[in-house]
């Protein structure tokens, strides 16, 4: 790791507006690579592509982004330094009160998991941050990602920190988060970055929107497996 | 099932910055590719989609429809939520008739409250926000998929398992009430976007 020790910060920012565009419809559609459905289904041509969105720099675990200490759903405590060394691991922000996008975007990857080699699978570390960390204990946490486990042996590990420190961190990977609001009901909103990042052994070129598919995930982790190995 | 993508930050970016080892043409026209590929068609394209396509849903392949006057309601199920405080139910809604109707209130006997939210945000986020009463204009759809709109069923009880179902009114101002029985499908088979519409509506 230590070439790659190099702290970059603001390096998700500059992802290209020829990156998006508006649909007919009037709605964003997430762009990706070789997206042609004939592609997607076969591992000829554009298949050494990745598919989600490049980032301009790359995010690099290291310095305070790599220590910082947190409580995980198991019980233990870990850094994401010790999580990324040697591993696939996918960092998200979410949590558990979040009725929509975070299970969606968690089943993907589940789904995706339960698609790859065991061997890529074993290579592979999905970690959820809580953007919520008063309500999302570890406890809570372990709970909630039980249910996206789904038999395989993709490690689920849930994030806990203080939420100055889980800000912190979303600043510095340029996860954009606010403070958890609950409203007289009982809902609670945060408004959170809903990108998963994707490190390989610590670096991250590599990000995936709200709306991928799990045919992209399980595409583009083949790809960064090799890059592992 | 495009969600956050409008509400990436956009920070400073500019179509010149994007420079990745000359990826920037191949980019440009699968791009192209898979705007013209989201064309909306409709917007149960993707939901139907899923529906064949997607994991394995434990509840089977039925997903609840039923109509009250000119509303008509398809593809209804509720996913098994990894959260016991809420869960979130997806549904289309078609008015087949000529004038426009509201879907004024939602009820459950098995959830403290029912509400439609819908995803939103700016600045790269994505904010959950309260649609309120939903419009559901003369000969249009309103689609619930997930990462978009959402029926949100607050403190669920019981705990909505795969292949429970869970019962839901839904009140329109003109057409009335329609009482429907969601299936309750997997979590993990939860509909992914189609590898054909990756970023389709």
Known sequence: ?229 | MLLMTSRWPLRGAAPGLFVRHGTVPALLAAFLAVGTLASCTSPAGPTSAVVTSGGAPTAGDVRAGGQVAALRVDGGYVVEPASPSVAAAYLTITNTGSADDELIELTSPEAKSVKAMTEGGTSGSTRMQDLGQVVVPAGEDVVFTPGEKHLMLMAPSPRPSAGDTVPLTLVFRDAGELDLQLPVESLIGLPAPSPDHPGAP
């Open chain 1, 1 to 229: 790791m230590s070439r790659r020790s190099t702290r970059r910060r603001g390096g998700v920012a500059v992802l290209a507006i020829a990156l998006l565009t508006v649909t007919a419809c009037g709605q964003v559609s997430e762009p990706t690579e070789g997206q042609a459905p004939a592609v997607l289904s076969t591992s000829a041509g554009a298949a050494d592509e990745m598919q989600g969105a490049p980032l301009a720099q790359p995010l690099v675990l290291a310095g305070p982004v790599a220590d910082q200490v947190f409580q995980t759903s198991d019980g233990g405590t870990t850094t994401l330094g010790e999580l990324g060394q040697g591993h696939l691991l996918l960092l998200y922000f979410g949590y558990t009160n979040c009725p929509d996008v975070c299970p969606t975007t968690l089943a993907t990857i589940s789904i995706a998991l339960s698609q790859l080699p065991a061997d890529v699978v074993a290579d592979v570390r999905v970690a959820m941050v809580t953007a919520d960390p008063e309500r999302d204990t570890p406890a809570v946490l372990a709970d909630y990602l039980s249910h996206f486990d789904g038999g395989n042996d993709a490690a689920f590990v849930g994030l806990h920190a203080p939420l100055a420190e889980v800000h912190a961190l979303g600043s510095a990977l340029d996860v954009p988060l606010s403070a958890p609001v609950v409203t007289d009901d009982g809902t609670v909103i945060v408004d959170h970055g809903a990108q998963v990042i994707g490190f390989v052994d610590g670096r991250a070129d590599t990000l995936w929107l709200g709306s991928t598919s799990s045919a992209t995930y399980a595409h583009d982790l083949t790809l960064l497996d090799r890059q592992l190995r």
